[in-house]
């Protein structure tokens, strides 16, 4: 069973940083395509960025590309989100999810396992 773990999260001010880590649990880390979404109130669940395996491979929703960084470690079981010049529009829930199939997806759909989410704030 595939357990995840947010951390993280809080009160930032609009054009701070945050990162984002979600450690995971599961033997079969390594071979897993990673990915973090977000939902803010009354929104559907959103797209922010998913790497692949080997790290070799990303994708980012067009809101956060050039601004969030996606990285993960194998060694650790973890996988990162460096979110930098954060706005108000960023405020939301971050969720870390775990696909088994080896290749980025942007739909919710396409990934097995969810974490249980960490809360991002960005005041204006």
């Known amino acids: 069973q595939v357990q995840l773990v947010e951390s993280g999260g809080g009160l930032v001010q609009a054009g701070g940083s945050l990162r984002l880590s979600c450690a995971a649990s599961?033997?079969?880390?390594?071979?897993?395509?990673m990915g973090w979404f977000r939902q803010a109130p009354g929104k559907e669940r959103e797209f922010v960025a998913g790497?692949?395996?080997?790290?070799?491979?990303?994708d980012y929703g067009d809101s956060v590309r050039g601004r969030f960084t996606i990285s993960r470690d194998n060694a650790k079981t973890s996988v990162y989100l460096q979110m930098d010049s954060l706005k108000p529009d960023d405020t939301a829930v971050y969720y870390c999810?775990?696909?088994?199939?080896?290749?980025?997806?942007?739909?919710?759909?396409?990934?097995?396992?969810w974490g249980q989410g960490t809360q991002v704030t960005v005041s204006s």
């Open positions: 999810a775990w696909r088994k199939v080896n290749r980025v997806v942007r739909s919710t759909t396409g990934y097995d396992y």
């Open positions: 599961g033997r079969t880390f390594y071979t897993s395509t």
């Open positions: 790497i692949s395996p080997g790290g070799s491979s990303t």
